[in-house]
Structure formats: structure tokens, C-alpha cells
């Protein structure tokens, strides 16, 4: 079954600490990822994906295909940070459709 | 510069009423997709097209219905509006190819009683 999850709902750190978004996915092809961002009351927007290997806004990911694994990763939190974050997995099959974790809602506090 | 645009943005309907959500994008794109957001749910397919005059189901395709007549459009409908249809609706578009981005309306805020 093609899944991505996204275990932690809601994510809590302090200005400067290190961050780490868990993203998970299950597919048996070969995996395109991505992360989203959602800023309050905005549309989504993307951050990453998986095949540039670049740094926004001074956050990286990398895809770990033995642990089948996406997670997003910044070293020191900014509270401009704050906003729900989706990892997301496109289907090679039907159309590549985007299949989205249920995402994780960031919380950088001063 | 456009994008991809919904509307309306807002909207309360009765239990039983019926509406339509327009998404229209001006850049070309191949393919559309309607999702659905729920708390602790993420994003939710509804259906999707891969070209002008298709459409196919996604996830969570029951009580839905589409249309694609014109390529740069694409149509939700609602024939009978249930409680459970209260959510956040975003409409997106993509161009054909691997790794190319997804690009979100602003999405529409639906309620009904």
C-alpha cells in the first residue's frame, strides 16, 4: 500500500534548537518526496524535494530508502518556522498523484 | 501572475444543498487534483485529472463530483451537502514530468449545518 506518515501531530521546540519533522512513506516503486509547507491560513507551498538535495530556508532532507525515510531537518529553529509541515509522496502510476502524511504542525517559541 | 485560483473562499451551506467549487489555473498544467483537509487527517485526494475531458477517483471520492471540460478548469461539485463535508478544500495543479512541484490555491473553507 502506498502510505506516508507522519508521526508526531504537533511538534514543540525553542528559538535555536535543532528541528527533525519525521516523515515515513511505504511504496514499492521508486519513491519521489517532497515537503510542504502551510503557513497560517495560507495556501500550501513547497519547501523541498528529494531529488535536489538544496537547503530552504535552512532546512534539508534526506531520503533514506533503506529505512524508507524523509525527514526534515534544521539546526537552529527560527519562530518564523511556525507552520504546519507535509511530507508527501508522488505515485508514479494514475495520473502522479500526491499522496500526503497527515501532517506536522511546528511550534517555535521565543 | 495567477496561478491556481478557488472559489469562492467561503461558504456556509444547509444540510441536503448543492454547490459547485471552480479552480482555475493559468499555467498550462496537465493535471488537477481536489483535497480535502481535516485536523490530524492532512490532505485527503477527492479525485483527480490527468488532462482535459478525464477525471478519476482518489481517496475520499464518495459524495463528490467532478468535471474537466476546459483544461485550465476544474470543477468540485456537491449534489447533497452533509455535515461530514465540512472541511477545507484546496485544488492543485501540476505539470507533467517527475519532481515538478504541485502548486495550491488558497483554498475554500466550507461549512455545513
Known amino acids: 500500500a502506498q502510505r506516508v506518515t507522519q508521526p508526531e501531530k504537533l511538534l514543540s521546540v525553542f528559538k535555536g534548537a535543532p528541528v527533525e519533522l519525521k516523515c515515513n512513506y511505504s511504496?514499492?516503486?521508486?519513491?519521489?518526496l517532497f515537503w510542504y509547507v502551510q503557513y497560517s491560513r495560507q495556501r500550501l507551498q513547497l519547501l523541498l524535494r528529494?531529488?535536489s538535495r538544496e537547503s530552504i530556508k535552512g532546512f534539508t532532507a534526506d531520503l533514506n530508502k533503506g529505512e524508507t525515510s524523509f525527514h526534515l531537518k534544521k539546526p537552529f529553529a527560527q519562530e518564523e518556522d511556525s507552520a504546519m509541515y507535509y511530507c508527501a509522496l508522488r505515485v508514479g502510476d494514475q495520473g502522479g498523484k500526491l499522496i500526503f502524511g497527515q501532517g506536522t504542525e511546528l511550534s517555535v517559541k521565543p | 501572475n495567477a496561478g491556481v485560483t478557488q472559489t469562492p473562499k467561503f461558504r456556509v451551506l444547509k444540510t441536503g444543498q448543492s454547490m459547485t467549487l471552480l479552480c482555475a489555473q493559468d499555467?498550462?498544467?496537465?493535471?488537477m487534483y481536489w483535497y480535502r483537509q481535516d485536523p490530524g487527517m492532512g490532505l485527503r485526494l477527492i479525485h483527480y485529472s490527468v488532462g482535459e475531458g478525464t477525471t478519476a477517483k482518489g481517496e475520499v471520492p464518495d459524495g463528490y463530483n467532478v468535471s474537466r471540460l476546459k483544461k485550465q478548469n476544474f470543477l468540485l461539485g456537491l449534489e447533497s451537502a452533509a455535515p461530514s463535508q465540512t472541511s477545507v478544500y484546496f485544488c492543485?495543479?501540476?505539470?507533467?514530468?517527475?519532481?515538478?512541484?504541485?502548486?495550491f490555491g488558497q483554498g475554500t473553507r466550507l461549512t455545513v449545518v
Open positions: 492543485a495543479s501540476r505539470q507533467t514530468g517527475t519532481l515538478t512541484e504541485a502548486f
Open positions: 511504496y514499492s516503486g521508486s519513491p519521489e
Open positions: 528529494h531529488i
Open positions: 499555467m498550462n498544467h496537465e493535471y
